[in-house]
């Protein structure tokens, strides 16, 4: 059991907000070395849209867990890189999103990288302590969401 009145570097959510944090700059170092120009919620973003051509920014933001104003701001930042396209769906009032050919070409690029920077995160875990870890997660998640 957590010691709930603990140093603020043993408490758990200050840990998982470290982890995050490193995670997001690693990320980006590591996109930057292979040319690649876009931070890790950048990515999230592309790689969401290409695996739901046609989302609309609400369900985009439900999807990736971001507020409609940080998906926003995401948003016109990809399609001044010409990587993704709003297109007026049947209701005029929301927008589709889909990936351009350019951010098509950046997700098969990114891909790889992707898969690296994720594996670079669980080094020297064993896989049972992988499983522990994502279940752990997914019960905090629960728990503040219930």
Do not use: C, H
Not at 18 to 24: C, G, S, V
Request: charged letters at 35%; zero cysteines.
């Amino acid at each position: 059991m957590e010691k709930f009145d603990a140093e603020l570097e043993d408490v758990y959510v200050f840990k998982l907000v470290r982890a995050a944090q490193a995670f997001k700059q690693y990320a980006y170092d590591a996109l930057a070395k292979k040319g690649i120009d876009v931070t890790s919620d950048q990515w999230v973003v592309l790689k969401k849209v290409s695996e739901e051509p046609g989302i609309n920014q609400r369900e985009l933001a439900k999807a990736i867990y971001k507020d409609p104003a940080s998906v926003t701001r995401i948003l016109d930042v990809l399609v001044k890189k010409e990587l993704i396209e709003k297109r007026q769906g049947k209701d005029r009032r929301i927008y589709e999103i889909r990936l351009s050919l350019r951010g098509e070409k950046l997700v098969e690029k990114t891909l790889g990288v992707a898969v690296d920077i994720r594996k670079s995160g669980l080094e020297g875990l064993s896989s049972e302590e992988i499983q522990i870890f994502k279940k752990a997660l997914d019960q905090i998640f629960k728990n503040y969401s219930s």
